[in-house]
């Protein structure tokens, strides 16, 4: 009869929904019984999404029979509750429940255009979504949303943003003229960003998206240090020279204790109007291959496709004009992920997504 021991081993074969890591790395397996009527295997899961502890619970039960026990029990306890709290240094902002990062290691790779349409996702999902656009030197965020109104203030001191779309914006491309060189030096740069993130109405949101300039300098820095991040998500495109910049990207975060939520591949593969066949321009699997490398999500991959591009030089992004799209319902798919990615973080409750 296998021991307890041996079970476990076995349970190492079970992943963590949406990661490559196993429950028993994660640390859920609490306790393992083997008695005359069967095998009691006791869990701590470490969320409260009912799918993915049914999941885990299903994978269990499957784990422990292959190794020859008819019945097999799985208890869990509740799920811990960590106090929500942003590190150490970095306060809240006062009615922002949780802040998710966009970033890229490098540049041309459709990081902007996938910030803006995740958080019109996030929008059409329900939520209370503002999107702040961190890339001083090269905004690109007012000419996507087809915004050139100037941002006012109320009493001189806090920024009101502009709203379109359902979402609250901000970028300074709504502060100077479009094609205005922006030379700055870093401590102008530090303080603007600071604006953007404390003296912004923002107002009661559920979730704050920021999209980062590309690379790893003075601005995500300055983010790291001054927002609570919920969490990071990694846009790449799927060729060799786009993941090494990746690897930079997800150590950033890691470096600063925020959590990846996940990597999208953004143009991965082309599909021909005309015959429908299927093209991998730029190879294919890449930025799968590169999470499976850091243990982190797979979001998805998003296609290289005119329709997106077309709108959101027209100023109305594809989720916004035509959310039943194919591609907007991609975007919509990898906005559920990142949302059951944040549920397992420590952080103020979403509403809950049907």
Same mark, same amino acid.
């Given at each position: 009869?296998?021991?307890?021991?041996?079970?476990?081993?076995?349970?190492?074969?079970?992943?963590?929904?949406?990661?490559? =890591?196993?429950?028993?790395?994660?640390?859920?397996?609490?306790?393992?019984?083997?008695?005359?009527?069967?095998?009691?295997?006791?869990?701590?899961?470490?969320?409260?999404?009912?799918?993915?502890?049914?999941?885990?619970?299903?994978?269990?039960?499957?784990?422990?029979?292959?190794? +020859?026990?008819?019945?097999?029990?799985? &208890?869990?306890?509740?799920?811990?509750?960590? !106090?929500?709290? #942003?590190?150490?240094?970095? #306060?809240?902002?006062?009615?922002?429940?949780?802040?998710?990062?966009?970033?890229?290691? $490098?540049?041309?790779?459709?990081?902007?255009?996938?910030?803006?349409?995740? &958080?019109?996702?996030?929008?059409?999902?329900?939520?209370?979504?503002?999107?702040?656009?961190?890339?001083?030197?090269?905004?690109?965020? &007012?000419?996507?949303?087809?915004?050139?109104? *100037?941002?006012?203030?109320?009493?001189?001191?806090?920024?009101? !943003?502009?709203?379109?779309?359902?979402?609250?914006?901000?970028?300074?491309?709504?502060? @100077?003229?479009?094609?205005?060189?922006?030379?700055?030096?870093? !401590?102008?740069?530090? $303080?603007?960003?600071?604006? %953007?993130?404390?003296?912004?109405?923002? +107002?009661?949101?559920?979730?704050?998206?920021?999209?980062?300039?590309?690379?790893?300098?003075?601005?995500?820095?300055?983010? #790291?240090?001054?927002?609570?991040?919920?969490? +990071? /998500?990694? /846009?790449?495109?799927?060729?060799?020279?786009?993941?090494?910049?990746?690897?930079?990207?997800?150590?950033?975060?890691?470096?600063?204790? &925020?959590? @990846?939520?996940?990597?999208?591949?953004?143009?991965? %593969?082309?599909?021909?109007?005309?015959?429908?066949?299927?093209?991998?321009? %730029?190879?294919? +699997?890449?930025?799968?291959?590169?999470?499976?490398?850091?243990?982190?999500?797979?979001?998805?991959?998003?296609?290289?496709?005119?329709?997106? *591009?077309?709108?959101?030089?027209?100023?109305?992004?594809?989720?916004?004009?035509?959310?039943?799209?194919?591609?907007?319902?991609?975007?919509?798919?990898?906005? =559920?992920?990142?949302?059951?990615?944040?549920?397992? *973080?420590?952080?103020?409750?979403?509403?809950?997504?049907?």
């Amino acid at each position: 009869m296998p021991t307890p021991q041996e079970i476990l081993e076995q349970l190492k074969q079970v992943k963590y929904p949406g990661y490559t =890591r196993d429950i028993v790395s994660f640390g859920m397996v609490k306790d393992i019984e083997i008695a005359s009527a069967g095998v009691t295997v006791t869990l701590a899961p470490t969320t409260a999404n009912e799918e993915a502890v049914e999941q885990i619970r299903r994978d269990v039960v499957a784990a422990v029979q292959a190794m +020859g026990f008819a019945n097999v029990e799985v &208890a869990t306890t509740a799920p811990a509750q960590p !106090p929500a709290r #942003a590190p150490q240094g970095r #306060a809240d902002i006062p009615g922002v429940r949780r802040i998710v990062a966009v970033a890229s290691g $490098k540049g041309g790779v459709g990081k902007s255009t996938v910030a803006v349409n995740l &958080a019109l996702a996030f929008q059409h999902l329900g939520l209370r979504v503002g999107l702040l656009d961190a890339d001083v030197y090269g905004p690109s965020v &007012a000419l996507m949303l087809g915004l050139t109104d *100037r941002p006012k203030s109320a009493d001189d001191k806090r920024i009101i !943003p502009l709203e379109k779309f359902g979402i609250k914006v901000i970028s300074m491309g709504l502060l @100077v003229a479009q094609g205005t060189p922006i030379i700055w030096r870093g !401590p102008m740069l530090n $303080k603007l960003l600071t604006q %953007f993130l404390r003296e912004v109405e923002w +107002g009661e949101l559920d979730v704050l998206v920021l999209d980062l300039p590309p690379g790893t300098g003075d601005a995500q820095l300055t983010i #790291a240090q001054q927002a609570p991040l919920s969490g +990071g /998500v990694i /846009v790449t495109t799927p060729q060799d020279v786009a993941l090494l910049d990746v690897k930079r990207g997800i150590t950033m975060f890691q470096q600063v204790n &925020a959590p @990846v939520l996940g990597v999208i591949e953004n143009m991965s %593969f082309h599909i021909c109007p005309g015959c429908g066949d299927r093209a991998d321009l %730029f190879g294919h +699997g890449g930025g799968q291959r590169v999470a499976q490398q850091f243990e982190v999500p797979f979001l998805g991959e998003l296609p290289l496709v005119r329709e997106i *591009r077309e709108r959101s030089d027209t100023g109305h992004p594809l989720v916004a004009a035509n959310p039943e799209h194919p591609q907007s319902q991609a975007f919509i798919a990898i906005a =559920r992920r990142v949302l059951e990615q944040l549920e397992q *973080r420590p952080g103020a409750a979403l509403p809950t997504i049907h």
